[in-house]
Every structure is written in C-alpha cells, then in structure tokens.
C-alpha cells in the first residue's frame, strides 16, 4: 500500500540490523481446585514477537517463588513448557514490514498450601527499535504475576478481556481499552508503571504522557474509572508501554499482573480512523461517561453507527465484556451494512437476569476497525431494580453527593420530613461492601461529612432507610 510505504521503508532500515523480537506479554494464572495435593493452578503466558526478529523460543521457563513470614521471596521450582501449536498468528494488519505474531504457552502448576506466590517469565530481548527506552536491545522482558492462594477463599489472578491492538497513526486522538477484569469479582485498580528487566525496571524508560511523545490535544492518559487508555502521539516509532492491576478483596491487596504493549505509531496520513457516529445519544451519568441502567427481565438494545471517510475501507465492530460471559443470558453483539456506503451498525443486545443485579456497572468496549486501525468505545451498564433518582421517597430527600471526584472527605447533603434511621454505605467495583455509617436523624436538612480512606478508582454510595431498602445510589470517584 502506497500509504504505508514510508513507514515500511523506515522499519525496515532500523531493524535491519536488531536480532531480538520481544514485544510484550502477560501472564494469568487460574485456579482449577485443591485435593490433598495442594492447590492446582492453569498459568498462560502470552508473548509477542515482531516478524523481522529472531525467531521465537519454542519453549518457556515459569518461575514460581513464595513469599516467607520474614518478607522474603523463596524459589520453589521451575517448569517449562512449549508453546501452543495454534500459536504463532500473525496480528492484523500484516501489509507493512514490521508484522506482530502472538504466542501462547500453556502450563498447570500444583501449589504446596496457602500464601502468596509469583510466577515470572523471562527472555532477552526486547525490540531494539522501542523509542521511549535508552537500549532496549540490552533489556530482557521480564513479566511477573503475583496471587494469594487460599483454599478456603478461591483466587484466580486478574486479566484483560480486550486483546492488545498493534498500530495507530501519528497526530490522530486514538482510544484503547484493554478492559482489566477479575473473574472473582475482587476490586481492581490500574496504572502505568515501568516495565520489568531482568533484575529491575528498565533502565531510561520514559512515559509516553512526556511531552516528547504526546500531543498537548492528547496525553497519553489512562482513565482510572474504565480502564480506558487514549493518546494522540506525535512521534512515528515503535514505543512500550506496562499497565498494572493490583487486585483486592475486603480491603486488603491479594496480587497483581501486568501486560506489556508495544504501540507501532505509523505516519499514515491518508488511512482515516474509523469512529462511532452516534456516541452522543448514549445517556452519560454525572461524571460525564457513557452510561445506561438495565432492569432485570428487560430487554435493553443500544444501535451504534459506525463510519469511515476511506470510502474503500471495509469495517466491523467487535465487542468485548462480562455480559458477553454469562451462562445465563448473556449479552450478544451483531453487526450489519447500512447500505450507506462503507457505513455499519453494531447492535447491543441484552435481557438481563435478575442475577445479575449489582450496583457495580459492568464495562463494555466496542472496538471499531478497518483492519489497519482500531478505536475503542467505552460504555458501562448497570442492572438495577431499584429507584435511582434524586427525588423525595418517603419523607427522605438525598442530594448529589460532593466532591465528586473526591479525595478524603465527602459530604452528603440528606433532607427529612420526620426522624429516621439512615446508613450509608459504599461499595467497590466488585459490590463488596467497604463501608457503612448508620446514624439517627431528625427532622429536617442535614449535611452528612464522612471521613474517607480509600484507593483511586470508582465506587458506588448506597443510602438506605430503616428497613434496609436503597433509597438512593450514586457513583464515587476517588482521585488520589
């Protein structure tokens, strides 16, 4: 393709000379059971390697290490395991010369008890052509998975339900969402952080929110209430970015993961970003993101158009969540042609079970493409029975709660018609409940101050009457 010439040619130049192929990775550990054996665990590694490297190893080292009382880290045993035969796929677009292959390595580990353990892989080296690193070609990428595991209280480590995306063009504001979920519904929070060396963090490493390699219109920024990344780079190159979750439950952290990426910043000027039209009729709650309430037994459609101005450039739409996982009704996704043109309409479909009612919104990204380019759209449902508006229910009024974002202390301003008995309570991104507050009240308007202590993220605050019932909820965001 004409338009990819310049970058081809350029890549081609740069790496002529590299012999490394690493590009990133991650590992999610999954727990299967306990039997008087010890606890039974299903690790996957998921590396990526560029085409023009050497070629990738044929077989990889777990390393699993338990942490002692004293705060030490113990070596337990090694295992390796060759890499899956359906492995090797080639990422999409593979027109340029720079392609990107995925590899998966599949291995089960038996743990000796409870604690807490890691497991890490490691292999030199990483793609010489990384910008934002000062010699990536002297790093090994090194990807280390931290778990607790409790056979009373079953963990399974945290993971991504988007696959990583490859190329992105240059001057363009571009959104990703890798869509971090725990399938034990434990709180996550993430970040950027640096990547991992052989013994340390890379040497030099700079983040892509520098002014070097972001655009004002568009720092690298990743969304601490979605988990939604977005960028408009300004420099063409191959750059390495890490992203963390760190996983609790009741309060305390019980692991963590991380996936590293390689963005390929192409200069494509001439290849448009596909987008969905019609975001703007997506209802939006307080903060401002795009979010819709479901109740229970009812069926919720959501249309999305979705365009190109290439008029030559076919398009699809993929979708990814936990409602697309349920065994029972779950979510479903079709796509179709308009007839206008290259022009598609991506349709959301959902009948809600009452089971999954939770206050906790789940995330879905629609992930628009041309097959070179790929732009992610981020929309939260929540299903709910319960009346979730600010208006007089039963003698009791509740206003918005403030500061929204907030930091330590929030405010809740509470108007009664008679004396009552009122708890509030807060809940995580998991619905386990963190906080709760239950006060006498008199007559008349109060404002409720409460002391808080919690993670970055999002939160939803639950007000309750006497009897127990919700009589209002509000989403909370914490900004550290």
């Keep these: 393709m004409k338009k990819l010439l310049l970058f081809t040619l350029a890549t081609a130049l740069s790496m002529s000379s590299y012999s490394t192929h690493l590009m990133g990775g991650q590992i999610v550990t999954s727990y299967l059971g306990t039997d008087s054996l010890g606890s039974h665990y299903a690790v996957e590694l998921t590396a990526y390697r560029d085409t023009i490297g050497i070629p990738m190893v044929t077989s990889a080292v777990f390393y699993v290490s338990e942490l002692d009382t004293s705060g030490n880290w113990n070596s337990l045993f090694s295992s390796t395991v060759s890499y899956d035969t359906t492995s090797g796929n080639l990422f999409l677009p593979v027109q340029s010369a720079y392609g990107v292959e995925v590899y998966i390595y599949n291995d089960t580990i038996t743990l000796p008890g409870d604690g807490y353990y890691s497991i890490s892989y490691e292999e030199c080296c990483r793609n010489g052509a990384i910008i934002n690193m000062s010699n990536p070609l002297s790093e090994s990428m090194r990807l280390t998975t931290y778990f607790t595991s409790d056979s009373l209280n079953p963990n399974s480590s945290a993971s991504y339900l988007s696959p990583p995306v490859a190329y992105l063009p240059a001057d363009t504001l571009w959104s990703y969402n890798p869509l971090p979920f725990d399938p034990d519904g434990d709180s996550l929070v993430w970040s950027l952080v640096t990547p991992l060396g052989l ?198 009024e509740i206003s918005n709660i403030y500061p929204n974002p907030a930091n330590n202390k929030l405010f809740i301003p509470i108007s009664l018609d008679r004396s009552d008995n009122v708890s509030i309570e807060i809940y995580n991104m998991i619905g386990v409940k963190i906080s709760e507050n239950n006060m006498n009240l008199g007559t008349g308007n109060h404002m409720i101050m409460k002391d808080i202590d919690l993670n970055s993220g999002q939160y939803i605050v639950v007000i309750r009457d006497k009897n127990g019932t919700a009589i209002n909820t509000q989403q909370l965001v914490i900004v550290k």
């Design 199 to 396: 013994t340390s963090m890379v040497n030099g490493y700079e983040y892509l929110s520098d002014s070097i390699y972001s655009n004002p219109s568009g720092i690298f920024t990743l969304d601490s209430v979605t988990g939604s990344l977005s960028w408009s780079a300004s420099l063409v190159g191959n750059f390495e970015a890490s992203f963390l979750i760190e996983e609790y439950r009741n309060g305390a952290k019980i692991g963590e993961m991380r996936r590293d990426m390689q963005f390929i910043v192409v200069p494509d000027t001439l290849n448009s970003m596909p987008q969905v039209s019609n975001m703007q009729s997506v209802p939006t709650n307080s903060g401002g993101y795009p979010y819709v309430k479901i109740n229970p037994g009812q069926n919720y459609q959501l249309h999305l158009i979705a365009n190109d101005a290439d008029v030559n450039d076919v398009l699809d739409m993929e979708a990814y969540g936990a409602p697309f996982n349920f065994s029972v009704s779950p979510a479903s996704h079709s796509v179709s042609l308009t007839g206008n043109g290259n022009e598609i309409e991506g349709v959301f479909s959902w009948t809600p079970d009452i089971t999954h009612l939770s206050p906790i919104p789940y995330i879905v990204v629609f992930r628009t493409t041309d097959f070179f380019f790929y732009y992610d759209e981020t929309i939260q449902f929540e299903v709910t029975s319960e009346v979730l508006s600010l208006t007089n229910i039963e003698g009791i």
